[in-house]
Nanobody, 126 residues
Framework: QVQLVESGGGLVQAGGSLRLSCAAS???????????MGWFRQAQGKEREFVGGISRFSNTYYANSVKGRFTISRDNAKNTVYLQMNSLKPEDTAVYYC?????????????????WGQGTQVTVSS
């Protein structure tokens, strides 16, 4: 059973940076590279929204709200995907989740992902 665990969240001032990690376990040999990995976030009282994703071919996609500030990368040898967040704003405050799409793509629809992490809190103070 594939499990995802996020880490790296915390409290940061506006304009600061954080790097989130999402480590996968229970992955069969060399299959993590076949997954599309998405990052989503959910602010209090709001729906979970797509932040960005990286496909099995390492193509990256970003929501307009984070484009140019956030960068997604992956290290298949470590079964880990990263979300580098720069120039953080108070409106980036949310619980951040990573998710795996076993088909290798990164759809915007959260229902297309088969596995989810438990989430990590990011709080940006003004």
């Amino acid at each position: 059973q594939v499990q995802l665990v996020e880490s790296g969240g915390g409290l940061v001032q506006a304009g600061g940076s954080l790097r989130l990690s999402c480590a996968a376990s229970g992955v069969l040999f060399n299959t993590f590279s076949n997954y599309g990995m998405g990052w989503f976030r959910q602010a209090q009282g709001k729906e979970r929204e797509f932040v960005g994703g990286i496909s099995r071919f390492s193509n990256t996609y970003y929501a307009n709200s984070v484009k140019g500030r956030f960068t997604i990368s992956r290290d298949n040898a470590k079964n880990t995907v990263y979300l580098q967040m720069n120039s953080l704003k108070p409106e980036d405050t949310a619980v951040y989740y990573c998710a795996a799409n076993f088909g290798g793509s990164t759809p915007l629809d959260r229902n297309a992902y088969e596995r989810w992490g438990q989430g990590t809190q990011v709080t940006v103070s003004s």
